[in-house]
């Protein structure tokens, strides 16, 4: 094909302007060099891979895990008139056949396989004898066991990169935080790629963090100053959805509840009324959400602490988008934590359970943050942000500072002093000299550090240490039960060199019980 890349994304998909990236992302696959792309569903992803699969000499090869997902892609891609085709378990003896003539006979643009069906020595083997365009890997979060969808049959994809080194491979996922994208980097053996980071912002989404008080009325009050907008209230639990919604209700707002306990027939009922504005706020556990585009949901409430930022950016980004003014609003108590945390922790896989007790912190990060919520959210993602957004709570109504650094250096000198080997935990009992038996077996009880902290509450300590883990203070290894230890930038405050101002949480912290905890 001799023409340029926009001129087959007008003629060919009839769009009339690439999206941020994409056009970079195209060129450098059809020079032939490898990408990570991250960039959130429906960003538009697929073009990237598409177009220059019909730039480039030979068939481009694109793994996906799902064979209704491709069966979308190639369904649309042949009503545009590009050879595509899927091979998967879902074709017969002779279409699998006749499907591998024409791969053969080089007439496909695309094919579209499954990672285990692309690993298996023989296809391996005809790809050799053909020219191949490229390989494109979706949802490559796959590969790693730090993403939420962890497949073992994306890990042989590891070995492509080595088998086919003269062909381009691109990898794509909507989620990976900075662990996970590493992750994937590695295992596909793509120390050399591009990384592109994109489309994550949602600018017509206003996010709001409140202090959780009473959080029935507090939602009564944002639902009263927007009598006549639909949204959606996320729960964390069944039973929470049922009340709400049920008080709701009492108060005359057409309200229903939606959890995956209900019949799927009340459950599309539900849908569709809300897609109809016959219900105006649907209160639901997470289940809801997926496969729902209305595009006028003005609000997206969180009455319960989400799991981790990636639910959290999903769920609020089905407010908005028909572009309009839309409001995510999280209500956050200090109390929903180690809830959140005892559901987690009751799982039975410690590797899962230490990367989502790790994910559930940076949420809590995000929910305690002093500057910019949707520069924390989009740097969660990788992207940055370059100026404050002007349309957050923490951008609209600055947070009072505080000068913290008495508070630091004595949490500093604590993790110091129980030797770097033990997790945030641990350190506030010490620091708030909190009398239990572990402590004492430790000797702990004879650091110096024992009860330098006992003004204040463990939420407050808790608190005070996660910041300093956003600000670079403090890391968490997390390879290793989360311990912590100090960054090298933590000396300058250790010596007494520097001092450190902190935003004032607008949490409010619960003062500090006469009892130490436990
Ligand atoms: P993703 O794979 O990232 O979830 P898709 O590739 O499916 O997203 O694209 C989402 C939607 O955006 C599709 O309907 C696609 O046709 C559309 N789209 C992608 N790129 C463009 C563009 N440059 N102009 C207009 N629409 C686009
Ligand atoms: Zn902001």
């Known amino acids: 094909m001799d023409c340029l890349p926009l001129h087959t994304l007008q003629t060919v998909f009839g769009f009339h302007a690439f999206r941020p990236f994409q056009e970079e992302i195209i060129n450098r696959l059809m020079a032939g060099d490898d990408s990570f792309v991250l960039m959130p569903t429906g960003g538009g992803k697929s073009l990237c891979y598409q177009i220059p699969a019909l730039h480039r000499h030979g068939v481009a090869i694109v793994v996906s895990p799902l064979i209704s997902l491709m069966k979308d892609q190639v369904d649309a891609l042949r009503e545009n008139g590009v050879a595509a085709a899927a091979y998967n378990s879902s074709l017969g003896e002779r279409d699998s056949r006749q499907l591998l003539a024409r791969l053969h006979a080089g007439e496909l643009d695309l094919l579209y396989v499954a990672p285990e069906r692309l690993m298996n020595d023989s296809f391996l083997e005809r790809l050799r004898e053909i020219p191949v365009a490229l390989f494109a890997i979706d949802e490559a979060h796959c590969v790693s066991q730090w993403g939420h969808d962890f497949r073992p049959e994306y890990v042989a994809l590891g070995r492509l990169r080595g088998i086919f080194p003269g062909i381009p491979l691109i990898a794509l996922t909507a989620t990976a935080d900075h662990q996970t994208r590493n992750d994937i980097m ?55 959805v049922e009340e709400v919604a049920s008080k709701l209700r009492e108060l005359g707002i057409e309200a229903a509840p939606y959890h995956a306990g209900l019949a799927d027939r009340e459950r599309s009922r539900v849908q569709e009324a809300f897609l109809r504005d016959d219900i105006r706020v649907v ?35 089905r407010a908005g988008r028909d572009g309009l003014p839309a409001e995510a609003l999280l209500l956050f108590g200090y109390g929903d934590i180690p809830i959140s945390r005892s559901l987690i922790e009751s799982g039975t896989n410690p590797e899962q359970v230490r990367i989502e007790l790790h994910k559930l912190s940076a949420m809590i990060g995000f929910a305690e943050a002093g ?3 949707r520069g924390a959210l989009l740097g969660y993602f990788g992207q940055r942000l370059e100026e404050p957004c002007g349309n957050c709570d923490l951008c609209l109504d600055p947070p009072d500072s505080f000068d913290a650094t008495e508070e630091a250096r004595k949490a500093l000198s604590c993790v110091y002093r129980v030797g770097q080997r033990f997790g945030a935990g641990h350190v506030i009992d010490v620091l708030r000299g909190s009398k239990n038996e572990r402590i004492r077996q430790l000797g702990h009880d004879r650091l110096s550090t024992y009860g330098i902290g006992a003004h204040l509450a463990a939420e407050a300590w808790g608190s005070i240490i996660r910041q300093l883990i956003h600000r670079g203070y403090l890391q968490q290894d997390l390879a290793n039960f989360s311990v912590l230890k100090l960054t090298p930038s933590a000396l300058p405050l250790l010596r007494g060199e520097e001092r450190l101002v902190l935003a004032k949480p607008r949490i409010k912290v619960a003062e500090a019980k006469k009892e130490p905890r436990r």
């Open 186 to 240: 590695e295992r596909l053996g793509l120390a050399d790629a591009q990384v592109y980071i994109t489309g994550f912002d949602r600018p017509n989404i206003r996010y709001t963090v409140m202090e959780k008080r009473k959080p029935f009325q507090q939602l009564q009050e944002f639902l009263g100053t927007r009598p006549d907008e639909a949204g959606i209230v996320y729960a964390l639990s069944r039973k929470r």
């Open 283 to 317: 209160v639901a556990t997470v289940a809801f959400g997926m496969g729902i585009d209305k595009p006028n949901v003005r609000f997206v409430v969180h009455y319960d602490l989400p799991k981790n930022i990636e639910s959290y950016y999903q769920e609020t980004g």
């Open 371 to 373: 500057s910019c919520r």
